[in-house]
């Protein structure tokens, strides 16, 4: 594992993980839980490669999280709320993994904690301190085009990405899904879910079973987009209004606390209104 510091930021890089934490106590620095955060971060990895068979199984194949390390159960547990069968665990690794990295930061002692985990955000927020998360335009698209304010009291532990061009599949055409939960591990699946449901059938759209691509992943038979051609706009709103029902959904499951949903530019959908804030 190595790892740097950029200013105030820790920057980590093991495998495939590439991590910038951030730990602040009272507004300044946090050295320590910067880096416990890092090191947690690389023992979680080593649990998950003892334990790579059963974090690739669908869900309802794997008997009770007890007993698992801590970073599968955070798994198993997310991508059960999320409600989708066909969820492996992996659905969740890189917000569980940046879950894990936020407790170690917590637990000594600091207060203000940023775990950016390749678009996966863990956060914690001191009393007092706002953090302003970003949603990008798309994932190849870094620009923002809205913000999500998160306090103390927001109840917002993590915002998770998903959709085309990350580095996980997708089965839908999503440009970014953006969904904030009160943990890192549920964001994570949750943006999976939503981003899959934004699909509707198109001739213009390919889509090919994932073994196809990656003989190695956790999803072999199922269908996910490996491109996407010109779509009327009918087809684009169609598909965003399935992702957004699929939000909604979960909203009021009490699986997330938001979501930013969005396809080809400027079409987004913020659920619920008011959630998220424009900055075009």
């Known amino acids: 594992m190595a790892m740097s510091w950029r200013g105030q930021i820790l920057e980590v890089r093991y495998g495939p993980v590439r991590m910038r934490i951030s730990a602040r106590s009272r507004g300044c620095l946090h050295q320590a839980g910067a880096l416990a955060a890092g090191r947690r971060a690389e023992q979680a990895l080593h649990e998950l490669s003892s334990y790579r068979s059963a974090a690739l199984q669908p869900r309802p194949l794997l008997p009770s999280s007890r007993g698992l390390p801590r970073v599968l159960s955070l798994m198993t547990e997310a991508v059960d709320r999320a409600g989708d069968p066909t969820l492996t665990p992996m659905a969740a690794v890189a917000g569980s993994i940046a879950q894990v990295a936020l407790e170690a930061a917590l637990s000594l002692g600091a207060s203000t904690i940023i775990v950016e985990n390749g678009g996966d955000i863990a956060l914690a927020v001191g009393d007092g301190e706002v953090v302003r998360v970003g949603v990008a335009r798309s994932l190849a698209d870094r620009r923002p085009t809205h913000v999500i304010t998160v306090t103390a009291d927001s109840a917002i532990a993590g915002v998770c990405t998903s959709g085309l061009g990350g580095r996980s599949f997708t089965r839908g055409i999503a440009e970014t ?47 996910v987009t490996c491109h996407v051609g010109d779509l009327p706009p009918t087809t684009l709103e169609r598909a965003l209004s399935e992702g957004t029902r699929e939000a909604r959904k979960l909203l009021a499951m009490g699986a997330i606390a938001g979501a930013v949903v969005g396809v080809s530019g400027n079409r987004r959908i913020v659920v619920p209104p008011g959630f998220a804030s424009p900055l075009e």
């Open 177 to 223: 899904t953006a969904v904030a939960a009160e943990s890192p591990a549920l964001a994570d699946a949750c943006a999976t879910v939503i981003a899959n449901a934004v699909y509707v059938d198109d001739p213009a759209i390919t889509r090919r079973p994932a073994r196809e691509l990656d003989p190695d992943t956790d999803i072999p038979t199922l269908l």
